[in-house]
């Protein structure tokens, strides 16, 4: 294998710098006819596209490669080898093209340090969104599987059906990304999703914002009312009120007074 000094582009070394190692490594060549190869983090980095692989060929052929496949040596799914952690197109598009492979390696100690690898090097091309953290988390943690369970059945956004899940509100994103997300009561969580898309039926579209404040404070008003809470004698008296609600869907504690009196 062929080794030579390689400085880190901006992403490589804002991982870096997290994980305050130092910020030269060595890229080494892995060699087209090798019986080596790298494995796929599959279900947790972003599925490889072909058409993505062929723009990456030509752009090799006309530009040049201009960065390395970025590596960690993980046990992922009880099978211990090195995976690729950044440079899934770069590295099919380079065994397309016949080419050597270079790559630099970095330490995974953990999951949340997979997952923040993850990130931070893969949003050097797209930003991740708070479903591909979910997509990531998932594969060790079940809480995550069980949001996407849901997501994938329920009309409402990830951060709504997440929020119920979890049983309180919090910033959820944040909650989310470092693989604190947690489900309280499954079967509770499944009539507030069924309770939620109910109301949702009814209530005045409006901006994102507002609307999930509403959500958010009809989450909470049910939580806390959960014992006298009756559903449809709720809905009846909502589709009554339903100009009101037009006017006070912008102040949490205008819209908790009017879930009361509707109960």
């Known amino acids: 294998m062929i080794k030579e000094q390689f400085t880190l582009t901006k992403p490589h070394l804002n991982f870096i710098k997290m994980k305050k190692q130092n910020l030269k490594m060595n890229i080494i060549y892995l060699k087209n006819d090798s019986k080596k190869g790298f494995r796929t983090l599959d279900n947790v980095n972003r599925a490889i596209v072909p058409a993505h692989v062929?723009?990456?060929?030509?752009?090799?052929?006309?530009?040049?490669?201009?960065?390395?496949?970025?590596?960690?040596?993980?046990?992922?799914?009880?099978?211990?080898?090195?995976?690729?952690?950044?440079?899934?197109?770069?590295?099919?598009?380079?065994?397309?093209l016949g080419y050597d492979i270079p790559y630099v390696t970095i330490d995974v100690?953990?999951?949340?340090?997979?997952?923040?690898?993850?990130?931070?090097?893969?949003?050097?091309?797209?930003?991740?969104?708070?479903q591909d953290y979910v997509q990531a988390w998932s594969f060790t943690n079940p809480d995550y599987k069980t949001l996407i369970k849901h997501f994938n059945v329920y009309d409402l956004e990830l951060s709504i059906i997440a929020t119920i899940l979890h049983g309180k509100i919090e910033n959820m994103s944040k909650v989310i990304k470092t693989g604190?997300?947690?489900?309280?009561?499954?079967?509770?969580?499944?009539?507030?999703?069924?309770f939620t898309t109910d109301l949702l039926k009814i209530i005045p579209?409006?901006?994102?914002?507002?609307?999930?404040?509403?959500?958010?404070?009809?989450?909470?008003?049910?939580?806390?009312n959960f014992d006298k809470y009756d559903h449809q004698k709720f809905l009846v008296k909502v589709k009554k009120n339903i100009a009101r609600l037009e006017f006070i869907n912008s102040s949490d504690d205008d819209l908790t007074n009017f879930f009361s009196e509707c109960i």
């Not at 579209?205 to 989450?219: A, F, K, L, M």
Request: proline share 1%; net charge positive.
């Open 109 to 130: 100690n953990d999951n949340e340090d997979l997952i923040a690898a993850l990130a931070l090097l893969n949003n050097s091309s797209k930003s991740w969104t708070m």
């Open 54 to 96: 062929t723009k990456m060929a030509e752009s090799i052929m006309k530009l040049g490669i201009l960065r390395p496949v970025v590596v960690a040596n993980l046990d992922f799914k009880g099978v211990k080898d090195d995976y690729i952690i950044d440079g899934q197109h770069l590295y099919h598009a380079l065994l397309r």
């Open 180 to 194: 604190k997300f947690k489900v309280n009561n499954e079967d509770v969580a499944v009539e507030l999703m069924n």
């Open 205 to 224: 579209r409006q901006d994102r914002s507002t609307n999930r404040r509403c959500v958010n404070s009809y989450i909470m008003f049910v939580y806390h």
